[in-house]
């Protein structure tokens, strides 16, 4: 079992800033794929980013170049730094593990961006 914990969202202005962190109870180095996925009210849950042990990412294309993900395998958290933050990224945020062939998802972290 992984339990997956996130923090950092809330409230901020549009173009704004925020930075989520997803801390795991295991350590990220067994972890191959992990990844931030949002669900808006009224819409399915969708991926925002993802970060493979090797390093590789992707990136949906509506946060491309505003987004990053990146990932601190000795403090066992991914991270989600989120820039020029626009109201349609009003979410809740979760993290996302693949571990030993099953899914893990944290609790999730509400993000509001205001207009």
């Known amino acids: 079992q992984v339990q997956l914990a996130e923090s950092g969202g ?13 801390a795991a109870s295991e350590s990220i180095r067994s972890i ?3 990844a931030w996925f949002r669900r808006a009210p009224g819409k ?14 992707n990136y949906a294309d509506s946060v ?27 979410a809740v945020y979760y993290c996302n593990a693949v571990w030993k062939g099953n899914l ?3 609790q999730g972290t509400q993000v509001t961006v205001s207009s």
């Open 104 to 106: 893990y998802w944290g």
């Open 44 to 57: 399915q849950r969708e991926l925002v980013a993802r970060i493979l042990s090797g390093g590789f990412t």
């Open 10 to 22: 809330g409230l901020v202005q549009a173009g704004g800033s925020l930075r989520l962190s997803c």
């Open 64 to 90: 491309k170049g505003r987004f990053t993900i990146s990932r601190d395998n000795t403090k066992n958290t991914v991270y989600l730094q989120m820039n020029s933050l626009k109201p349609e990224d009003t």
């Open 32 to 34: 191959a794929n992990m």
